[in-house]
């Protein structure tokens, strides 16, 4: 299988600035996705996105997928923002995996 | 409609008990997964089903005993668990196995006594 790196682990933000998180794997993968996981656990799909860039008002995210990473960047952040960012491919073996997650914080 | 639902969202249990965790999505997907989260770790995958049938186990211990009644279902059968054991399970499905969007239950949070 394939290695999903994320960074960075963690990340406090003030709220209405700007972050980009970012989502390295080892190998190709043919699609990638990212998702919020609340604080309740509940993983909330964000974007599914091969290749090429997507927006979804506050929040867009780039995969470029023959340097092997993708960005997501959320804009004029919201105390509801916050959680974990996980990025996930599939790989070899049926499987999807997860990068280790980006923990969000914003502060009011 | 995009949506996989997993009861019970809480469960507490001791050690002699036996539960279920069901899990229920109608979207077609093909594949159903469970996954065990532990606090901000990534979901690690359980199990995975592919047409009804049982296609990867990850080495799970037999206290954890998955079964897919229908396309649509999905249940976790649990007995003689340990206090470790306690943890958010997660189900998910996709178009297929290890392909597709994937999408996830809010999930149920287990305790174990």
């Known amino acids: 299988g394939i290695q999903v790196e994320q960074s960075p682990p963690d990340l406090i933000l003030q709220e209405g600035a700007n972050s980009t998180l970012r989502c390295n794997f080892s190998?190709?993968?043919?699609?990638l996705q990212w998702f919020h996981q609340n604080p309740w656990g509940q993983l909330i799909n964000l974007f599914y996105i091969p290749s090429g860039t997507k927006q979804n008002g506050r929040l867009s995210a780039t995969t470029v997928a023959t340097e092997r990473y993708s960005l997501l960047y959320i804009s004029s952040s919201q105390t509801t923002d916050s959680g974990v960012y996980f990025c996930?491919?599939?790989?070899?073996?049926?499987?999807?995996?997860f990068g280790t997650g980006t923990s969000l914080t914003v502060i009011p | 409609d995009t949506e996989v639902t997993q009861t019970p969202k809480h469960l507490v249990m001791g050690m002699t008990n036996k539960k279920s965790l069901k899990c229920e999505q109608h979207?077609?997907?093909?594949?159903m997964y469970w996954y065990k989260q532990k606090a901000k770790k990534p979901p690690e995958l359980m199990f995975v089903y592919s047409y009804e049938k049982l296609s990867i186990n990850e080495s799970v211990p037999s206290r954890f005993s998955p079964e897919c009644p229908n396309s649509s279902l999905l249940n976790l059968h649990l007995h003689a668990l340990q206090p470790e054991d306690s943890a958010l399970y997660l189900c998910?499905?996709?178009?297929?196995?290890?392909?597709?969007?994937?999408?996830f239950g809010e999930g149920s949070r287990l305790t174990v006594l």
């Open positions: 979207m077609g997907h093909r594949a």
């Open positions: 998910a499905s996709s178009q297929v196995e290890g392909a597709g969007e994937l999408f």
């Open positions: 996930a491919a599939p790989s070899t073996g049926n499987q999807f995996y």
């Open positions: 190998d190709s993968v043919n699609n």
